[in-house]
């Protein structure tokens, strides 16, 4: 019996399979590399960003902890020079460059606390909440700030 006119032998799977998927071509590959490679950089990117504004968030936290130890030390009746450089130590220990005064204007004190601002943090200008001033001093250039204000 012979096949009839417009009918194709016999074919295996594997045959049939061959002609119907055709192959990748070089440019779709490098293209779908490109595009992941793409992601990736963006999501390395957005790790990095995210673990310098944690570290810059860890040290503002130190910061106002320090802040709210010595305003709560200053108000206190016996408040002396002894607190004031204490916590003066810790925040050198805890922060770069790490300062602590108190500035009193009008009757009202404040504790600042300073250190020196990272490389990598986003510029004053950047930076939404952080005020201009602190504790009615402005901070030095390449510094960062925290003030607590506090009446004695």
């Given amino acids: 019996m012979r096949p009839s006119i417009g009918s194709s032998p016999a074919q295996t799977p594997a045959q049939r399979c061959c002609r119907q998927c055709s192959g990748s071509s070089l440019i779709e590959v490098m293209l779908a590399v490109t595009v992941m490679a793409v992601t990736a950089l963006g999501l390395i990117a957005g790790q990095l960003w995210t673990a310098r504004e944690a570290r810059a968030m860890s040290m503002r936290e130190q910061a106002a902890w320090i802040a709210d130890s010595v305003a709560e ?13 204490a916590w003066s130590a810790r925040a050198a220990t805890v922060l770069p ?7 009193a204007i009008d009757g009202v004190s404040a504790a600042r606390v300073t250190w020196a601002a990272s490389h990598n943090s986003p510029r004053a200008d950047d930076m939404i909440d952080k005020p201009e001033r602190c504790g009615a001093v402005d901070a030095p ?12």
């Avoid at 108000?75 to 004031?84: G, H, I, Q």
């Avoid at 250039?141 to 004695?152: E, R, T």
């Fill in 73 to 85: 030390a200053m108000s206190a009746p016996y408040a002396n020079e002894a607190a004031l450089s």
């Fill in 97 to 103: 460059r790490g300062d602590v005064s108190v500035v």
């Fill in 141 to 152: 250039v390449g510094f960062s700030c925290v003030a607590l204000a506090f009446v004695k």
